[in-house]
């Protein structure tokens, strides 16, 4: 018996593919070392540099921005709701899912006062600078100066409310009311002293710094400091002479002060952090934390800080859009803003004992010297931040 012949085909074996050779191991530009990344583990220099193509750099620019809002909704909750967490967190090494403390402070402080600029004018009956300490030195009368000092002192109200809690602006503004209290108060001074003499009304005072008891002046009255050298006094001079002349222009626009003020706070704030986390050291000195962990308690509460302004100047511009006049929406806009001014101490408060963990007494002691302490050194930055706008506008 014969075996059946096989009809199929003869199957050829597949010919074995050319090995394909190991890509040549990349070695780094800098020390030579061999690459195993897209950073050299041994002198820390990145592969990409900017040496390439132009719409690689723009890519890598969008996927940090990108990066940024992606992370943004899952920080800016707890930020507001939630004290301390975000420390916490941090200190915790749970890092990548949240905005950094510093990359957050800078987008929340740069973000609230661009809006500022938009939603707060100096204009258009709001506030008027110049025009009004001119009717002052021009009033003739006891009840007219009342009258204009009243009159501008409501107008500060108003900027008062427009600003909110802007971190140096509520000082600022305290500092511009006791400056008119003193500007009415003098020129009442100068009218019943002139008529208990039965002299005639004193001229008008000129809108114009002071140094001592009478106008600054370059030549009869200018500014020295016993304790400066001649260079320096002669450079505070000048600037004395700059802000002179911006005087006159902010009788034509306000809106210039606004603009140089609310471009220099977020400046201001930058250099009160280091020093608002040197007074967490002190207070908390045995708890023997590092400054570092300090300087991101300060990050931390001071974006709150910014992020609470932010949605208070929102709240009054809907206020205003949707509800100008009085009325159940007017009402409610209203104990919306009061609440917010009620949340803002008791978080820092809350911030504070859970961050390093003391008893009650304890932290309400040092959150209250902590409080006195930096309004202070907020009314001083607040005082050379608005010179420094007068001058620099």
Same mark, same amino acid.
């Given at each position: 018996m014969t075996d059946p012949i096989d009809s199929s085909p #003869? /199957?050829?074996e597949p010919i074995p593919a050319p090995p394909v050779p190991a890509p040549a191991a990349r070695a780094c530009e800098n020390c030579g070392v061999a690459l195993l990344g897209e950073h050299c583990y041994a002198c820390g220099q990145p592969v990409k540099g900017l040496v390439r193509h132009f719409s690689s750099i723009l890519g890598d620019f969008a996927d940090s921005v990108f990066s940024l809002d992606t992370r !943004? +909704?899952?920080?800016?909750? +707890?930020?507001?709701a939630r004290p301390a967490f975000l420390?916490? #967190? $941090?200190?915790?090494? @749970? @890092? *990548?899912? $949240? /905005?950094s403390p510093v990359r957050l402070f800078v987008f929340l402080t740069i973000v609230t006062f661009f809006i500022a600029q938009l939603t707060v004018n100096f204009g258009d009956g709001d506030i008027n600078i110049g025009s009004d300490n001119s009717e002052i030195g021009s009033a003739t009368s006891v009840a007219e100066v009342e009258k204009v000092r009243d009159r501008m002192l409501g107008k500060l109200a108003n900027v008062r409310k427009q600003v909110g809690n802007a971190p140096g602006a509520g000082a600022g503004i305290s500092k511009g009311e006791d400056d008119i209290r003193d500007a009415a108060t003098a020129r009442i001074e100068m009218l019943r002293e002139a008529q208990a003499k039965g002299e005639p009304v004193p001229e008008p005072t000129p809108d114009? !710094? &002071?140094?001592?008891? &009478?106008?600054?002046?370059a030549e009869k009255n200018p500014i020295k400091i016993d304790v400066l050298p001649g260079f320096a006094n002669d450079w505070l001079n000048k600037q004395a002479g700059r802000a002179n002349k911006n005087i006159e222009r902010? %009788?034509?626009?306000p809106n210039q002060f606004k603009d140089a003020l609310m471009s220099a706070i977020p400046s201001? !704030?930058? *250099?009160?952090? +280091?020093?608002?986390? *040197?007074?967490? %050291?002190l207070l908390y000195a045995f708890k023997k934390r590092l400054y570092m962990e300090h300087l991101i308690v300060a990050l931390h509460s001071h974006a709150f800080l910014s992020l609470m302004l932010l949605l208070m100047l929102l709240t009054i511009a809907l206020q205003r859009w949707l509800a100008p006049g009085s009325g159940a929406l007017n009402s409610a806009f209203g104990w919306l803003e009061a609440a917010m001014w009620v949340w803002m101490p008791f978080y820092l408060l809350l911030m504070q004992k859970r961050i390093y963990g003391q008893g009650w007494p304890m932290t309400l002691l040092k959150y209250c010297v902590l409080g006195i302490c930096y309004v202070v050194l907020l009314s001083f930055g607040a005082v050379f931040t608005l010179l420094f706008s007068l001058v620099w506008m």
């Open positions: #003869e /199957v050829a !943004l +909704p899952r920080t800016l909750w +707890p930020l507001f420390t916490c #967190e $941090y200190f915790a090494g @749970r @890092r *990548v899912r $949240y /905005v114009t !710094l &002071s140094f001592g008891d &009478s106008p600054w002046d902010l %009788k034509q626009d201001t !704030l930058f *250099v009160l952090l +280091p020093v608002f986390a *040197v007074m967490l %050291k």
